[in-house]
């Protein structure tokens, strides 16, 4: 599939992060969660990221309150992982990164997530993001999932509110899969 395009919904852009832009992009998103933190240290909450494709990022996240080192690698990992994995970094109309969305695929499925930067939250962006994605996804025939924390409720209301249901099968002890059923 090669490296995603530009997905654009009616509020913001997901530009596809390349090997060029991943260390300013990883800069810009530390930055706006350390002033969104206000002297309180970032910490990722169960809301906060939806859908498992980015897990690793998270963890990377953590330490980027101080420093975006170890989000810059995540990313950087993720921009060179090859064909199948996708990252986007999510813009709004006046160019502010809003957060990052991606979509880890194999054969005929896809696993979407989105985080969205603290001062862009409960704004409907994870929403019309994870939309957008999935609708792509689905146009070229692939079957889209997500995996979401089984306390996570703010993570069931989005993928509730973009057309996921949950399955049976726990993926882990504390992760669920839920689908896009196909139309």
């Known amino acids: ?23 300013f992009v990883a800069e810009e998103l530390a930055q706006a969660m350390v002033l969104a933190a206000r ?12 859908g498992g494709a980015l897990d690793s ?5 953590d330490s980027a309150a ?10 950087r990992r993720r921009v060179s992982a090859g064909t199948g ?11 502010a990164a809003l957060g990052l969305l991606a979509a880890d695929t194999h054969r005929a499925r896809a696993v979407v997530g989105v985080r ?3 001062p862009y939250r409960r704004d ?12 792509w996804l689905e146009y070229r025939g692939l079957l889209v999932g997500s995996r979401i924390g089984v306390g996570d409720v703010v993570g069931k209301r989005l993928a509730q509110s973009t057309a996921f249901v949950p399955t049976g099968v726990l993926l882990t002890e504390r992760r669920r899969l839920w689908i896009r059923p196909p139309l």
Do not use: C, H, K
């Open 124 to 135: 409907g962006f994870g929403g019309e993001a994870v939309q957008a994605l999935a609708s």
């Open 57 to 61: 990022a998270s963890a990377a996240a």
């Open 1 to 23: 599939m090669g490296e995603g395009p530009t997905l654009t919904t009616a509020r913001m852009r997901a530009l596809p992060l390349t090997v060029w832009n991943v260390g």
């Open 116 to 118: 969205v930067s603290n």
């Open 85 to 95: 994995i996708f990252t986007w970094v999510l813009r709004g109309q006046d160019g």
């Open 39 to 50: 002297g309180r240290p970032v910490r990722l909450a169960a809301g906060e990221l939806f």
């Open 66 to 75: 101080t420093d975006p080192t170890g989000m810059r690698r995540e990313l």
